[in-house]
């Protein structure tokens, strides 16, 4: 018998919104650049930085099978998590979520609704983990460590970026 594996699998980018220092795009930035500038904004606007991460280029799979060519739906998503005064439980998510792909010939609409909430569930229960691990500090110092080389270059860092 093969080994359990986990059941559902979920993958992100974390950017601690406290490190965000500024909200617009430069002009020179590509839409895209722009577009997730704008969500930035709207996610600080909305939740403030303390205690708030966004997550981006999120990915959530659940396996209803144990054979991966059957049973396996996709969603993406990106939003907002937040923490407790300790910051290290999560007490909440406000996240974007679309299906991206299925390979369930059974599927219908009100299970991919049910679904896409379980994202947001799925995901509180990983940022525990994330922090657990400790990636929640390495996020954090990596993302100081961008400030302080955008600060020494004058506050460019070229353009798309």
Same mark, same amino acid.
Request: with cysteine; net charge negative.
């Given at each position: ?74 969603? !993406? @998503? ?9 910051? *290290? &439980? ?6 974007? /979520? #679309? ?29 525990? !983990? @994330? ?9 954090? *110092? &990596? ?6 080389? /955008? #600060? ?10």
């Amino acid at each position: 018998m093969a080994a359990a594996r986990e059941w559902v699998d979920i993958a992100f980018d974390c950017l601690p919104l406290r490190q965000v220092g500024r909200l617009d795009a430069p002009l020179d930035a590509s839409p895209a650049w722009r577009e997730f500038s704008a969500r930035l904004a709207k996610a600080i606007h909305r939740h403030g930085t303390h205690r708030a991460y966004y997550l981006h280029r999120g990915q959530c799979t659940f396996h209803l099978t144990n054979d991966p060519s059957l049973g396996r739906l996709v969603f !993406r @998503f990106e939003g907002t998590v937040l923490t407790d005064e300790s910051d *290290r &439980r999560t007490v909440g998510a406000d996240l974007h /979520v #679309d299906l991206e792909s299925a390979t369930c010939e059974w599927l219908t609409e009100p299970v991919v609704q049910w679904f896409a909430r379980t994202v947001s569930e799925a995901v509180s229960l990983e940022f525990n !983990r @994330f922090i657990e691990a400790g990636d929640l500090e390495q996020a954090r *110092r &990596r993302m100081e460590a961008l400030q302080a080389e /955008v #600060d020494e270059q004058g506050g460019y860092l070229g353009m798309y970026l």
